[in-house]
């Protein structure tokens, strides 16, 4: 086997572990309720977004009406979405 083609083989393996582990997302949702504020800080403090991050979600969920917030894997964003209901925000994981 040519080394090109065990270059792209190892290139091929690595895109569909990379998928599976990115397979989980948390979409946070616009509601009438949250302000700003509480969005951004909820943001801060439990997605480990920059300040600038969560402000950009928060304009993205109130003009769209739903903004993927964080992946990783099921187990990782399981107790990150019980925080943001527990928050009050409304979000799932897909």
Same mark, same amino acid.
């Given at each position: 086997? &040519?080394?090109?083609?065990?270059?792209?083989?190892?290139? &091929?393996? $690595? *895109?569909?572990?990379?998928?599976?582990?990115?397979?989980?997302?948390?979409?946070?949702?616009?509601?009438?309720?949250?302000?700003?504020?509480?969005?951004?800080?909820?943001?801060?403090?439990?997605?480990?977004?920059?300040?600038?991050?969560?402000?950009? /979600?928060?304009?993205?969920?109130?003009?769209?009406?739903? /903004?993927?917030?964080?992946?990783? &894997?099921?187990?990782? $964003? *399981?107790?990150? /979405?019980?925080?943001?209901?527990?928050?009050? $925000? &409304?979000?799932?994981?897909?």
């Amino acid at each position: 086997m &040519s080394n090109n083609k065990i270059q792209i083989e190892k290139e &091929s393996e $690595l *895109e569909v572990l990379t998928q599976v582990k990115r397979e989980h997302e948390i979409i946070l949702y616009n509601d009438d309720v949250n302000t700003f504020d509480h969005v951004i800080n909820t943001l801060v403090a439990y997605c480990d977004h920059t300040y600038e991050q969560a402000e950009q /979600c928060a304009y993205i969920v109130h003009y769209s009406g739903k /903004c993927v917030v964080k992946t990783g &894997s099921y187990e990782e $964003l *399981e107790p990150i /979405c019980l925080k943001l209901l527990e928050s009050q $925000l &409304s979000a799932e994981i897909h």
